[in-house]
Nanobody
Framework: VQLQASGGGLVQAGGSLRLSCAAS????????MGWFRRAPGKERDFVAA????????VYTESVKGRFTISIDSAKNMVYLQMNSLKLEDTAVYYC????????????????WGQGTQVTVSS
């Protein structure tokens, strides 16, 4: 499975961005898609995840009510709509695919995209 993330950029605080992740290859064995982020000088952290069917979503507390993850299984696309962006959302965002039991842990994901930079300015 190959993942290609896109949609990052520079945005002012309070603004919005939509990240996209295109999956290709043997996607039939992927049960969950997730987004992680790595802020400058920090470890990579979980942001959100969604089941392949789209019926289950999980978010880290800091983005609840601001970010929305969605999936278009027919197109093998996953999206992260980010609203009310804050300075602390600045990070490289990675999409991931896998099927492990704990969606907030990196070890539940097998495939990773290359990352897309999101910079929020004041």
């Amino acid at each position: 499975v190959q993942l290609q993330a896109s949609g990052g950029g520079l945005v002012q605080a309070g603004g919005s961005l939509r990240l996209s992740c295109a999956a290709s290859g043997r996607t039939w064995n992927v049960g969950v898609m997730g987004w992680f982020r790595r802020a400058p000088g920090k470890e990579r952290d979980f942001v959100a995840a969604i089941s392949r069917s789209g019926g289950i979503t999980v978010y880290t507390e800091s983005v609840k009510g601001r970010f929305t993850i969605s999936i278009d299984s027919a197109k093998n696309m996953v999206y992260l709509q980010m609203n009310s962006l804050k300075l602390e959302d600045t990070a490289v965002y990675y999409c991931a695919a896998g099927g492990g039991p704990n969606w907030s842990l990196e070890k539940s994901y097998v495939y990773w995209g290359q990352g897309t930079q999101v910079t929020v300015s004041s």
